[in-house]
């Protein structure tokens, strides 16, 4: 029996993939993740290299895996004072779900919280993409004399350098000193500690860790449009804590401030007669 036109169609559209991945592939009992088997990378490595793997689609050698590693506890927690932390702390205390409360801490970070690690991943990858040397000392001076020169002239912050609330931040001088240990230094570390210097000696400003960790990132091959994706990997863990402290040590309904801390300055006395 011949096979009408609208009955083939929509064996064809049956047929027809909705959706496209190289990440993760699903069968019947089994999983294949970037190629490798779910049952041989559960006890096989850890929780870094899967990140790796999963973002980069190979396995990470043993340096990549360690500094990777480095660079997510780094990450972790910077205490109640971040927006994203104080934001998933007042929504938990309203007495909303965990999910909602990390999901609130997330909608948080923004161009001023968070987002200076991928403004400094793109500004170094940029850099180092029209830098026709890596190991020419003289040229990471000067390029980076001319990329202080630039910002300051325009009154701009240089992402991923000073910190609102420490001198140096002693997060940045550990991740350096573990990246030299490792034999690890590459062209967009170099240049941030070119432009590191070069700024100290004027403003007296350091890198911080988004500075830090972007070049390193950088040298790593992540593009910098995972820079913020990155971060939250390392920076759930420490939101899932807070919000976990407010729900079961606090009495909840957490306010930032009280009526008479309000200064109302609107108009007064308004009526819909007049």
């Known amino acids: 029996m011949a096979i009408g036109e609208k009955p083939l169609k929509k064996i064809l559209e049956i047929n027809e993939p909705k959706l496209k991945t190289s990440i993760t592939k699903i069968e019947p009992n089994k999983i294949t993740t970037q190629g490798y088997s779910q049952e041989e990378l559960i006890?096989?490595?850890?929780?870094?290299?899967?990140?790796?793997?999963?973002?980069?689609?190979?396995?990470?050698?043993?340096?990549?895996?360690?500094?990777?590693?480095?660079?997510?506890?780094?990450?972790?927690?910077?205490?109640?004072?971040?927006?994203?932390?104080?934001?998933?702390?007042l929504i938990a205390s309203s007495g909303s779900?965990?999910?909602?409360?990390?999901?609130?801490?997330?909608?948080?970070?923004?161009?001023?919280?968070?987002?200076?690690?991928?403004?400094?991943?793109?500004?170094?990858?940029?850099v180092i993409n029209d830098l026709n040397s890596y190991n020419d000392s003289y040229l990471f001076d000067k390029t980076a004399k001319d990329i202080v020169d630039d910002y300051l002239s325009k009154g701009l912050k240089i992402p991923g350098f000073g910190h609102r609330y420490h001198s140096k931040d002693p997060?940045?001088?550990?991740?350096?000193?573990?990246?030299?240990?490792?034999?690890?230094?590459g062209p967009h570390l170099?240049?941030?500690?070119?432009?590191?210097?070069?700024?100290?000696?004027?403003?007296?400003?350091?890198?911080?860790i988004d500075g830090v960790n972007g070049a390193v990132l950088s040298?790593?091959?992540?593009?910098?449009?995972?820079?913020?994706?990155?971060?939250?990997?390392?920076?759930?863990?420490?939101?899932?804590?807070h919000i976990h402290e407010e729900i079961t040590e606090e009495e909840g309904f957490r306010k930032f401030c009280d009526v008479e801390d309000i200064l109302y300055n609107g108009h007064e006395n308004k009526s819909l007669k007049q």
């Not at 895996?65 to 927690?77: Q, R, T, V």
């Not at 779900?97 to 940029?126: C, P, R, Y």
């Not at 040298?219 to 804590?241: E, T």
Request: aromatic residues 8%; charged residues 20%.
């Open 43 to 89: 006890d096989n490595i850890n929780f870094s290299e899967m990140v790796y793997l999963l973002l980069q689609g190979k396995m990470p050698n043993k340096k990549e895996a360690k500094i990777l590693n480095h660079i997510l506890i780094s990450f972790c927690d910077h205490g109640v004072t971040p927006p994203s932390t104080q934001s998933s702390r």
């Open 219 to 241: 040298d790593m091959k992540f593009s910098s449009n995972l820079g913020l994706g990155i971060f939250m990997i390392g920076r759930i863990p420490g939101l899932i804590a």
């Open 171 to 185: 997060r940045r001088s550990k991740i350096v000193k573990l990246v030299i240990e490792e034999n690890f230094i």
């Open 190 to 208: 170099k240049l941030a500690l070119a432009i590191e210097k070069e700024l100290f000696n004027r403003k007296n400003i350091y890198l911080n």
């Open 97 to 126: 779900s965990m999910n909602v409360a990390l999901a609130g801490g997330l909608l948080s970070f923004g161009k001023k919280h968070a987002g200076a690690i991928e403004s400094s991943m793109t500004l170094f990858q940029d």
